[in-house]
């Protein structure tokens, strides 16, 4: 219970300042806005179908969205030095990690949705006929993203190259994530059923498993070292 406890004291705290301050909300919805401005201009619907371009642009977006907020996540902390003094208190790094990543997930997944309307209605995009599955695909790269990203948001956070070493870091690993991401949602947005999709659905699943359990593990030692 204690261990629970310390999980949603670490993620309301995140939450509670994001809301005070709006600073990472305000960047990632800005960039949202205006990337879909650009392809609302960019993109001949008459030659293009938007149904067919969306699944990549949308994933393209909430990529770097995510980016652009996640990587502040120990921001704050290291600014005015209070992570070196969490650091010192006996409370599990664990679930110190597993706090930060359950507030980066609700902070994303936000962005996420608002990302989908401004999409929908720049473009009236159809979601398909499987919304619940269609949310499963979502959360669960999601959370594989952000198991991730804040693992290596505290490991470029300590470094002279901060916040710029992060996509460095994560691009390689974030591949094979995209690419089922994307091959699910652009079938489901086509309407296909959902026995084509289950292949990256479980796929998903595995790597926001590994993601996560890797960074509970790995999280000690990179705030240590």
Request: net charge neutral; hydrophobic share 55%.
């Amino acid at each position: 219970m204690d261990y629970l406890r310390v999980i949603w004291t670490v993620a309301r705290k995140d939450l509670l300042i994001e809301m005070r301050t709006r600073e990472r909300v305000a960047a990632m919805g800005s960039f949202v806005v205006l990337v879909g401005v650009l392809f609302n201009y960019s993109i001949d619907t008459a030659i293009v179908r938007p149904q067919e371009m969306a699944p990549g642009i949308i994933w393209m977006t909430i990529i770097f969205a995510g980016l652009l907020g996640m990587g502040r996540t120990f921001h704050l902390e290291e600014e005015d030095g209070a992570f070196s003094g969490v650091l010192q208190t006996p409370i599990p790094l664990d679930a110190l990690y597993l706090g930060k990543t359950a507030a980066n997930l609700v902070i994303l997944s936000l962005v996420t949705v608002a990302i989908f309307v401004v999409f929908s209605v720049f473009f009236g995009l159809s979601f398909g006929s499987h919304p619940v599955v269609l949310a499963a695909v979502v959360f669960l790269a999601l959370l594989g993203f952000v198991g991730l990203s804040t693992l290596f948001s505290a490991m470029s956070a300590r470094t002279t190259m901060g916040e710029s070493l992060l996509p460095v870091l994560e691009f390689p690993l974030l591949i094979h994530m995209v690419i089922f991401a994307v091959k699910a949602t652009s079938r489901l947005f086509a309407g296909r059923p959902v026995s084509e999709v289950t292949g990256s659905v479980r796929m998903l699943g595995a790597f926001a498993i590994i993601s996560v359990a890797a960074g509970a593990v790995l999280f000690r030692h990179v705030v240590e070292e």
